[in-house]
C-alpha cells in the first residue's frame, strides 16, 4: 500500500479550504493532468483521494465519539475534547477551530481531488484507459464524493453543506436540509453505480479495499453506502434493495467490508486511533455508560480493556482503554457487514416485517454470547433492541451520536458533570459563514 500513497505526497500539496476549491488551479502540474493525463497521473489521482480520506478520520471519529459519549478523549495538549465538545461549563462549540474545520476540510479536499480526476479522464486518450476504463474511474471519484459529503452533512445536520460542483462552476449556497444534501449524496452514487456498470477497473487501490478492488466489489461498496443514506432518509425500501445490490450477508463474517488502510511505513499514515494501553498523556477511554449499559455477558465490553489505574482530566474518569485498534497498523472501518444487518433489521422493524427483523437481531445477538431476542414483538420494543446492538456493535465506528439524534433520543445521553451539553450538530465553519 505504502508505495501508491507515498507517490501522492506531491499532489496532496495542493490544499483544499472548506468550500472545496483548491489553489493554482491553473499551475502548469494541475493543467497537465487534466489536459493530457498519463497513466499514472490518473492512478496518483486514484491513489491521493483515498489516502486523502484518512486525513483528520481521528478527529471526526474522536468529535463525534465525545459528543455521543461513547468515549472520553484526554489530552495535555488539547483541552477542548472535555470542555468545547463536551459543553463544558460555560464553553460552546467553536465554529472556527480544529474539531470542525479540519475533518471537514479534509473531506472537500477529497472531493475537490476526485473532480480533478473526472476532469482528467474527460481528455484522456484512447491509449492511456478504454472507455470501460475510464468509467471506473468515474464511477469511483463520485461514489467518494457521496461519501466524503455524508461525512460532513453527519456533522453539521441542520447547520449546513454545500453541495459540491465540479472545478470552476459557480459555489452553490449553503443547503440547511441535510434531506436534500443527503438526496445530493444518493444522487452522487447512484451515478457512481452506474458508471462503475460494465467498467474495467484499472487503478490501484490499498487492501482496505481487499475483495471489493474491481468493478462489481466496487459496486457493491457505493450500494452498501447508499444503503446506509437511505437508512438516514427513512426510505426502508430503498435500503433493503440497496442492501441486495450490496456485500449484505445476513450469515457473513461480520468483519467483511471495506476500510481505510493505515501503516507506519514510511511516507504512509499510520492510525492515531490506536493509542497504547494505560497510557497517562494521550487516552481514550470509554465512557463509563458503556458500561453500566451492556448487558451482562455481552463480549462488545471486549472493545476496551481494564486500565491498571483509571485515568482521569477536567472531572472526568475513565478506567477502560479503547481495543477495537491494536496497533499504529490497524484499519478503520469504512463500512462492513455488521452494519449491513443492522440495517437490514432497521428496515425490517419500520416496515413491519418483525420475525425478519427478529432473526437478524438474533444473528447479533449470538455471534456475541447473548441469548436470542425474547422481549416484545412490537415496534418500540424491537427499535430498542435495535439500537443497543447498533451502540455496541458500532462502537466508536462514528454512528452512535448520529443514531441518539436521529431517533430523538440526545436527551438520554449521559451528562456526567452538572454544566455540559449534549449538542445536537456543530456549528458551520466560520469561513463558510462568510461567503
Known amino acids: 500500500m505504502n508505495k501508491y500513497f507515498a507517490a501522492f505526497i506531491i499532489l496532496l500539496s495542493f490544499s483544499a479550504c472548506q468550500k472545496g476549491e483548491i489553489n493554482s488551479l491553473n499551475t502548469p502540474v494541475v493543467d497537465g493532468i487534466t489536459a493530457n493525463p498519463t497513466r499514472s497521473d490518473l492512478f496518483n489521482l486514484v491513489t491521493g483521494a483515498e489516502s486523502g480520506m484518512r486525513n483528520n478520520l481521528a478527529v471526526y471519529l474522536d468529535g463525534t465519539g465525545v459528543i455521543g459519549r461513547e468515549i472520553y478523549r484526554f489530552s495535555g495538549a488539547e483541552p477542548r475534547y472535555t470542555t468545547d465538545l463536551l459543553g463544558g461549563g460555560t464553553k460552546r462549540l467553536d465554529n472556527n477551530t480544529f474539531y470542525i474545520t479540519n475533518p471537514w476540510g479534509s473531506r472537500y479536499q477529497v472531493i475537490r481531488q476526485c473532480f480533478i480526476l473526472l476532469d482528467a479522464i474527460k481528455n484522456t486518450q484512447t491509449a492511456i484507459a478504454s472507455d470501460a476504463q475510464k468509467k471506473a474511474f468515474t464511477g469511483f471519484a463520485k461514489t467518494l464524493i457521496g461519501y466524503q459529503l455524508l461525512l460532513n452533512i453527519n456533522m453539521t445536520d441542520s447547520n449546513g453543506a454545500r453541495i459540491p460542483v465540479a472545478t470552476g462552476a459557480t459555489l452553490g449556497p449553503v443547503i440547511t436540509d441535510p434531506g436534500v444534501v443527503m438526496d445530493s449524496v444518493l444522487k452522487f452514487l447512484d451515478d457512481g453505480k452506474a458508471d462503475l456498470t460494465g467498467s474495467e477497473v484499472m487503478f490501484p487501490l490499498s487492501d482496505g479495499f481487499l475483495g471489493f478492488k474491481d468493478a462489481a466489489g466496487l459496486i457493491k461498496f457505493n450500494r452498501a453506502l447508499a444503503a446506509r443514506v437511505y437508512t438516514y432518509r427513512k426510505n426502508w425500501a430503498a435500503a433493503l434493495t440497496a442492501l441486495n445490490e450490496s456485500f449484505f450477508d445476513l450469515n457473513g463474517a461480520f468483519a467483511t467490508g471495506v476500510y481505510h488502510a493505515f501503516s507506519t511505513n514510511g511516507g504512509d499514515l499510520a492510525n492515531t486511533m490506536y ?69 437490514y433489521a432497521e428496515a425490517k422493524i419500520q416496515t413491519g416485517a418483525f420475525p425478519d427483523a427478529i432473526v437478524a437481531l438474533n444473528r447479533i445477538r449470538t455471534a456475541h454470547n447473548l441469548p436470542s431476542y425474547a422481549g416484545a414483538i412490537t415496534t418500540a420494543a424491537l427499535l430498542t433492541e435495535l439500537l443497543y446492538n447498533r451502540r455496541y456493535s458500532l462502537f466508536m465506528e462514528g454512528h ?27 456549528p458551520l465553519p466560520q469561513n463558510e459563514s462568510n461567503i
Do not use: M
Open 275 to 343: 493509542l497504547a494501553p494505560n497510557g497517562n498523556g494521550e487516552v481514550r477511554v470509554a465512557n463509563p455508560s458503556f458500561v453500566n449499559d451492556i448487558i451482562a455477558g455481552d463480549d462488545r465490553i471486549n472493545k476496551t480493556a481494564l486500565r491498571t489505574s483509571s485515568a482521569s482530566q477536567s472531572g472526568l474518569t475513565g478506567n477502560r482503554d479503547l481495543t477495537i485498534w491494536n496497533s499504529l497498523n490497524s484499519s478503520v472501518s469504512i463500512i462492513r457487514n455488521e452494519e449491513l444487518i443492522l440495517i
Open 400 to 426: 452512535w451520536w448520529i443514531d441518539a439524534r436521529r431517533y430523538g433520543l440526545l436527551g438520554t445521553l449521559p451528562k456526567d458533570r452538572p454544566d455540559d451539553d449534549v449538542w445536537p450538530r456543530y
